[in-house]
């Protein structure tokens, strides 16, 4: 462990992940208790990495405070696959569950990864249909790495630890707090290629998702809600400029051409 690395874990251990906190005591050059470090590191179970770190992802760097440290279990090359984020309501109708579910079996079987925050609702339907089909998924969380929330969703949090990719800036067994959650969704937005909104309410925290999304160049994708529903944001998401979603034939339609894209800027800078 290099000695950047070590006071980056040690002020991420201190002031439990917090950004800001964390960039005061490394402007302020605060000593590290090198003791103290020691006995977090005996205790610790997961994996890390730092952003001075190599393996540390490339997508992050580009987001708003990107975290100093992430600790994680799982497969961290998950995010070096092709990846979209999954985001909507904590309280989806039976038509957001049957749309997340439709769309998600098809994005598995086209071998994408996919993004969520393990929340209720949508990220739990979206979640447990890649592992049904066989798929990967990565869990982004607004807790501890090793706090399970909600915790109706251990069983699923245990399997994503073992066969997916659990990841949070956040050590040991914080407790989430509501600003946790949003900054947790600037990361979902940084891991995701483009985000696919299947069902939500514009007060909806995931309505940060997409605002991180689109501040990173990102496209946003909607299926389009019923009229009356209560959670029928993704018509007006679909009205100010998100591309509408009725069949997975769109979806890919969209996906393909930002391949064909990015192809046309890989070669552009190779010229």
Do not use: W
Request: net charge negative.
């Amino acid at each position: 462990m290099g000695e950047l690395e070590k006071v980056l874990l040690y002020f991420s251990f201190k002031y439990n992940g917090n950004f800001d906190d964390i960039y005061r005591a490394v402007v302020n050059k605060e000593i590290i208790n090198e003791e103290y470090l020691c006995d977090k590191l005996k205790d610790l179970k997961c994996r890390y990495t730092t952003i001075v770190s190599s393996d540390y992802p490339e997508p992050l760097k580009s987001v708003t405070c990107p975290p100093f440290v992430l600790f994680y279990y799982g497969d961290l090359s998950l995010i070096d696959e092709k990846t979209i984020g999954v985001v909507g309501t904590t309280n989806p109708s039976t038509y957001g569950e049957k749309a997340t579910q439709y769309f998600v079996k098809g994005l598995v079987e086209n071998n994408y990864v996919i993004v969520g925050g393990m929340g209720l609702g949508i990220d739990t339907v979206a979640e447990k249909e890649t592992i049904e089909n066989t798929g990967k998924t990565i869990a982004v969380l607004g807790s501890g790495i090793d706090y399970c929330y909600p915790p109706q969703n251990q069983q699923l949090y245990d399997e994503l630890k073992n066969n997916h990719l659990v990841i949070s800036e956040y050590p040991e067994k914080i407790k989430p707090k509501e600003k946790n959650f949003l900054a947790r969704n600037r990361l979902i937005a940084g891991f995701s290629s483009s985000i696919l909104v299947t069902e939500i309410n514009l007060k909806s925290s995931s309505m940060y998702t997409i605002s991180s999304a689109l501040d990173g160049g990102k496209d946003i994708m909607c299926v389009p809600s019923a009229i009356k529903s209560k959670n029928n944001g993704c018509n007006e998401l679909i009205e100010n400029g998100a591309f509408m979603c009725n069949s997975l034939e769109d979806l890919f339609k969209i996906l393909d051409n930002q391949e064909n894209v990015k192809e046309n800027e890989d070669d552009i800078e190779m010229e």
